[in-house]
């Protein structure tokens, strides 16, 4: 449990502070200066931790790959010294002060030695550096802070830091069941290695990286380019619907939108059945089992509406067309005007119908005044590329 034990470090390494000094023939207390002034007349060394910092260079630095990284902290000590009498500014306390700089950069790095304290050695044996002792600027403007207040007292001091000092939390125990037993069985079967079957698959799955083309019509063959292509239990599916794979190669899948250029329905997009116009999702995923997929990467792909004609009749305007749209669709129609690239008027009450292979904008040619007008159609923000001309008398 070492690592659980690591939660005690900061104190561990206090208590190591202090007994390599005791060792090394110093009296040591360990809290506020004032305090150790106050606590008796023999000539000591007192150790303040006055702050802990999280180390920058170690704060994402994980003891195992995948793993997330333990608490890395810098302790600051104050270390100071009193002579017989408590005073911190007399020679005496200045040439102790100077014994103790000089013992503990002979402990640098802090070592665990074997007569360090049990407890102490668990709290730190997991850290996987040795604790470096580094001295800092011990100005005056640092021990006037430390120091402030009506019941302290300025007194000479040096700073040092210890790091890195981890707290880790315990990891959680790893088990597995045993290979070659069969725990599905009343009562288990030991079944041996010959019964072992674990299925892999030589990769992780089909990724995408493009479309081309990334705007499409019914009855178009587009090609997906990227990794893991050609495999034989791969489809192709836009929005929720399944299209017939023409050629497997490893990074290029080819495959066919139903429907032909000559407008005629194969299949339910094209029939308007499954599908509207617009920005759809395109994956491609394997076959696990019967009920099992694993998917690529998702691609956007915009399915465009096929403008076939486009007629004025008793001042209705009538296109034919697939995936023209439905009641539930955003549809818009213009006139543009030629001669000066001029949108003359716009339409959106639009009357559909269920195989979206039709619209009726009722009273179009009163609402215009006469010329020729091309005829945009968008369904979901998907221009249709044919723009057929009518001419209102």
């Not at 630095?61 to 104050?78: C, D, M, N």
């Not at 000092?165 to 290695?193: K, N």
């Not at 495959?255 to 994956?283: F, R, Y």
Request: charged content about 20%.
């Amino acid at each position: 449990m070492a690592l659980a034990d690591s939660g005690k470090a900061i104190g561990a390494v206090t208590r190591l502070l202090r007994d390599h000094l005791i060792r090394r023939g110093f009296e040591v207390s360990v809290g506020k200066p004032e305090l150790a002034a106050e606590a008796n007349t023999t000539a000591k060394l007192n150790l303040f931790l006055y702050e802990t910092q999280f180390d920058p260079s170690l704060r994402n630095t994980s003891l195992h790959e995948a793993e997330p990284p333990p608490i890395w902290l810098v302790l600051r000590y104050l270390l100071t010294a009193f002579d017989d009498r408590e005073l911190s500014d007399s020679p005496a306390a200045h040439e102790l002060l100077g014994r103790g700089l000089s013992a503990l950069q002979d402990l640098n790095p802090l070592r665990l030695d074997s007569l360090v304290a049990p407890d102490v050695r668990l709290a730190l044996e997991s850290n996987p550096e040795p604790l470096k002792l580094t001295f800092d600027e011990s100005s005056v403007d640092l021990l006037s802070k430390i120091m402030q207040g009506t019941d302290e007292r300025y007194r000479l001091s040096v700073a040092f830091q210890m790091r890195p000092v981890m707290i880790a939390p315990a990891p959680e125990p790893r088990t597995s069941l045993l290979v070659g037993v069969d725990y599905s069985t009343t009562p288990q079967t030991v079944i041996g290695d010959e019964g072992v079957a674990i299925r892999v698959l030589p990769t992780l799955g089909p990724r995408l990286q493009r479309v081309e083309p990334d705007r499409f019509e019914t009855g178009t063959q587009i090609d997906l380019f990227g990794d893991d292509l050609d495999g034989s239990d791969l489809e192709v599916v836009l929005g929720d619907v399944v299209l017939t794979p023409v050629q497997r190669l490893p990074d290029r899948l080819r495959a066919t939108v139903e429907g032909d250029p000559g407008g005629n329905p194969q299949g339910p997009i094209a029939a308007g059945t499954a599908l509207s116009a617009g920005e759809l999702p395109l994956i491609v995923r394997r076959r696990l089992s019967a009920t099992r997929r694993r998917s690529s990467n998702l691609l956007a792909a915009s399915l465009l509406p096929t403008l076939a004609t486009a007629a004025l009749v008793s001042g209705d305007l009538v296109l034919t067309g697939l995936l023209l749209g439905e009641d539930s669709d955003d549809v818009l129609i213009a006139f543009h005007r030629s001669s000066d690239g001029a949108t003359v008027r716009t339409f959106d009450g639009v009357t559909t119908t269920a195989d979206q292979q039709r619209l009726t904008v009722p009273g179009a040619a009163a609402a215009a005044p006469a010329g020729t007008y091309r005829v945009i159609l968008l369904v979901n923000n998907q221009q249709a590329r044919s723009s057929p001309s009518v001419t209102v008398l």
